[in-house]
């Protein structure tokens, strides 16, 4: 089941703690609603703390996702997990935590022998790819759940370009074209 949510977070940009804080109510056709996440702190007897929120990090993670169609399968899938449950992603009766999916983020990857991404650089490789498709920074902003395009482009966007690519974009203005 956890997979399905890793997956989510490649194909969707959402934040891990939305994705396991997701409920089959927030699902319609290929897109689903945020409205929740996982916060994490420290109480005062200093134990660490994971609660689940019935609000967003801020008031633009409230937005409707879209699912890619090509991974409208997921949301099927999703659905015959835990058909009696309120939370999507629950095991022994509890929601998951954001621990326990990064957890498995972490052994999927060791398995495979691949590098280790952490949630929060998956979530930036999604803004990366949606800039670099030159996605309308509307959709992207939806997508993200952000308020403005300069915090997906500062904070988020990596240039993935090989040294090759870059040359012969150089290259190619026409300002620097020897005449």
Request: overall charge positive; hydrophobic content about 35%.
């Amino acid at each position: 089941m956890m997979k399905l949510g890793i997956l989510l977070m490649f194909v969707i940009g959402a934040r891990i703690g939305e994705i396991i804080t997701l409920k089959h109510s927030d699902f319609e056709g290929n897109t689903f609603k945020v409205r929740r996440t996982e916060t994490r702190f420290t109480d005062t007897e200093g134990k660490y703390v994971c609660e689940g929120n019935e609000f967003p990090k801020s008031q633009a993670g409230v937005r409707t996702v879209i699912i890619p169609e090509d991974y409208a399968w997921i949301t099927k899938a999703i659905r015959c997990q835990n058909p009696f449950e309120e939370f999507i992603f629950v095991k022994d009766g509890d929601r998951i935590s954001t621990q326990s999916m990064r957890m498995r983020l972490k052994r999927i990857c060791k398995k495979r022998n691949i590098y280790h991404k952490s949630s929060h650089k998956i979530w930036k490789t999604y803004g990366t790819i949606l800039l670099d498709n030159h996605i309308d920074n509307k959709l992207i902003m939806s997508q993200m759940g952000h308020t403005g395009i300069a915090c997906t482009e500062n904070r988020y966007h990596r240039n993935r370009k090989s040294l090759d690519k870059k040359s012969e974009i150089i290259s190619n203005i026409p300002d620097f074209m020897a005449k």
